[in-house]
């Protein structure tokens, strides 16, 4: 069933669990996250990033919207919607306007009082609206970069309390050593940071950068106050190895259309997947 991301966030909260927010580029990685969630019981977020449709063009933000709620329907374990990093108030307007009730205004790459500035700005209309907003303080790099190691990076306790006073934000994405994309070698949370953001602030706190971070370090940041996990690079690569092995079993078959079989195989082994992440990082 479709359900509101702050409720969510809120079960994950009352559980010291993480929900996982999924990228999902298209429908067959929507469809496998619902199916995936409904077989294990487990409420979980499907979430777009914004350059899925302005450059690589997958969808439209309407037409994702309502796909997700059509299937959402066709279930009964809660799920939720959210558009990922977005970086202007026109976007975000537009982002709600076509169906999404939860969204992030990623500023952090802006000093500490232009970002709040622009959150804030974002934050109030939203409401007005009806939908939530994450925002980002710190900054969360990529991992090629090694951008995981740079202290520099990391969210400091009293910032993300200004921040998260002054913005009205409904959750905060925070960097303690994680970064987005491949990591060249295993990242190592920053548990104390995230103990002292998690007491100087009563916003829910979210962790980008999910792919790669080992199950155990998850396991005791969704504890020591992480409600909402991102997923992305793991799952993507996922889906390419599941085209390959399609390519590979079915490119003998002479069927001029073996193409329209694809979809269901691949899904078949993205929710194999996503079951066994859902059952190892969720306890709800």
């Not at 069933?1 to 909260?13: F, G």
């Given at each position: 069933?479709?359900?509101?991301?702050?409720?969510?966030?809120?079960?994950?909260?009352e559980?010291?669990?993480?929900?996982?927010?999924?990228?999902?580029?298209?429908?067959?990685?929507?469809?496998?996250?619902?199916?995936?969630?409904?077989?294990?019981?487990?409420?979980?977020?499907?979430?777009?990033?914004?350059?899925?449709?302005?450059?690589?063009?997958?969808?439209?933000?309407?037409?994702?919207?309502?796909?997700?709620?059509?299937?959402?329907?066709?279930?009964?374990?809660?799920?939720g919607?959210?558009?990922?990093?977005?970086?202007?108030?026109?976007?975000?307007?537009?982002?709600?306007?076509?169906?999404?009730?939860?969204?992030?205004?990623d500023?952090?790459?802006?000093?500490?009082?232009?970002?709040?500035?622009?959150?804030?700005?974002?934050?109030?209309?939203?409401?007005?609206?009806?939908?939530?907003?994450?925002?980002?303080?710190?900054?969360?790099?990529?991992?090629?970069?090694?951008?995981?190691?740079?202290?520099?990076?990391?969210?400091?306790p009293?910032?993300?309390?200004?921040?998260?006073?002054?913005?009205?934000?409904?959750?905060?994405?925070?960097?303690?050593?994680?970064?987005?994309?491949?990591?060249?070698?295993?990242?190592?949370?920053?548990?104390?940071?995230?103990?002292?953001?998690?007491?100087?602030?009563?916003?829910?706190?979210?962790?980008?950068?999910?792919?790669?971070?080992?199950?155990?370090?998850?396991?005791?940041?969704?504890?020591?106050?992480?409600?909402?996990?991102?997923?992305?690079?793991?799952f993507?690569?996922?889906?390419?190895?599941?085209?390959?092995?399609?390519?590979?079993?079915?490119?003998?078959?002479?069927?001029?259309?073996?193409?329209?079989?694809?979809?269901?195989?691949?899904?078949?082994?993205?929710?194999?997947?996503?079951?066994?992440?859902?059952?190892?990082?969720?306890?709800?």
């Open positions: 069933m479709y359900e509101r991301v702050e409720n969510i966030i809120k079960m994950a909260e559980k010291k669990t993480a929900a996982i927010a999924f990228i999902c580029m298209d429908h067959v990685m929507m469809r496998s996250v619902v199916y995936a969630a409904e077989a294990t019981n487990t409420p979980a977020i499907v979430m777009l990033f914004p350059e899925h449709v302005s450059i690589q063009k997958t969808c439209t933000k309407k037409g994702y919207a309502e796909s997700f709620k059509a299937l959402a329907k066709e279930v009964k374990v809660p799920l919607l959210h558009m990922d990093h977005d970086y202007s108030y026109e976007a975000l307007i537009d982002t709600i306007g076509s169906g999404f009730d939860s969204a992030m205004m500023g952090s790459m802006n000093d500490l009082d232009t970002n709040i500035a622009v959150t804030k700005k974002v934050v109030d209309k939203a409401h007005e609206l009806g939908a939530i907003i994450e925002g980002e303080i710190g900054h969360v790099g990529l991992a090629a970069d090694n951008a995981n190691h740079d202290e520099d990076l990391y969210t400091k009293d910032a993300a309390e200004k921040f998260c006073r002054e913005t009205g934000v409904d959750s905060l994405a925070i960097s303690i050593g994680n970064a987005h994309g491949e990591y060249k070698d295993t990242p190592h949370l920053d548990i104390k940071r995230l103990e002292e953001i998690d007491a100087a602030t009563k916003t829910p706190l979210v962790l980008h950068g999910g792919s790669g971070i080992p199950d155990d370090q998850l396991l005791m940041a969704f504890s020591k106050g992480i409600s909402k996990f991102n997923l992305g690079t793991e993507l690569g996922k889906y390419f190895k599941a085209v390959e092995e399609y390519v590979a079993e079915y490119g003998p078959n002479p069927d001029p259309v073996k193409i329209i079989q694809m979809p269901e195989y691949v899904q078949a082994r993205l929710q194999a997947y996503l079951e066994e992440r859902m059952k190892t990082l969720c306890h709800f």
